[in-house]
């Protein structure tokens, strides 16, 4: 190992203490098209995330990395920015290549170690969570299909952490919201910044619905925590922001008061829908996305129970179980 990193830095040096960020950009199947990696060289190399799950996403990421003239043995380390399998989906077979050590947030571990376990808890819960909403399991949920991950040497890190990237410290933000796992790397030197989907220039960042943590009994409410994370992170003094699914960007203060202006809009549309009386998450959906069907259903379903745990909390809104399902209506006192 230490061979490889002297290896490394002879090779690397010409980058010195400014590092150089490659792109490397995948296709997935999602609505955004596509994801970057990002190979960040310096004294080291750092990888950070690793695309989608299957040997498609892998040579292509193994051929754009060689296109660079890089291979995996020439990283110390992945760090991920999020548990989304457009992200961790290619720890597995690289690991089977070279044994990189993954860095990723703590709330990460029951996902990582849980097995076939967490994988039922996470189905049971999306399940009662479609059934809630008013909308039909068989029709709206999305059928995943169990991957035995068998990682190997991962770090779980914490808010505060420091951590090498590309032989740079770059100091770990926990910003829950996108999902429970989400974290800013920031250098503090240059300012670059790995935002992951936490950020993006170019579309608006669902947060989205996920299980309780095992030891508790309430789910998260991400719109909560998202914007929450997104004041922590207006007043960071980030540089260049590298996202996962769009273009770097910058001024992100900016980008942040238009993305909590959009929630507060979507607020007002629900309000609107709830006037003519109580609804169910799913009725709510059909009026706001009436071109969502199937699977991708979910996003609308999770999206709009986000801004009603806000409106809830700002006690604009009340909710009532009736067979299973919560309607939803507005406060008139
Ligand atoms: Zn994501």
Known sequence: MLNCIGLILQSYKEWGPIQKI?????????????????????????????????????????????????????????????????????????????????????????????????????????????????????VHQYRRKYIEENWENVHYIKNGDSISIGGSPYKVYHVPGHSQTDILLVNHENGFTFVGDHLIAELSVNAFIEPPK??????????????????????????VCYSSHGQPFQEHAKLIDQRLMEHENRCSNIHKILQSGQKSIFEICQEMYPRLKGTSVFLGLSQIQGHLDLMEEREL?????????????????
């Open 22 to 138: 490659v792109p490397i950009k995948l296709e997935t199947p999602f609505s955004e098209g596509f994801v970057y990696v990002f190979a960040v060289l310096g004294d080291t190399a750092t990888l950070i995330d690793t695309g989608n799950p299957g040997e498609k996403s892998f040579y292509e990421l193994k051929s754009q990395l060689r296109q660079n003239g890089l291979e995996f043995k020439d990283f110390d380390h992945i760090v991920l920015t999020h548990m989304h399998t457009d992200h961790y989906g290619g720890v597995r077979l690289i690991q089977e290549e070279v044994l990189l050590p993954v860095y990723v947030h703590e709330l990460a571990r029951p996902i990582i170690t849980g097995g076939i376990y967490e994988f039922h808890r996470m189905n049971e819960f999306f399940n009662q969570f479609l059934i809630q909403c008013g909308a039909t399991p068989l």
């Open 214 to 239: 095992p030891d508790s009994n309430n789910r998260p409410k991400p719109l909560l925590q998202y914007r929450e994370s997104l004041s922590q992170a207006k007043n960071l003094p980030l540089g």
């Open 317 to 333: 809104v009340s909710s009532e179980e009736i067979n299973e399902i919560l309607y939803y209506r507005l406060r008139s006192d």
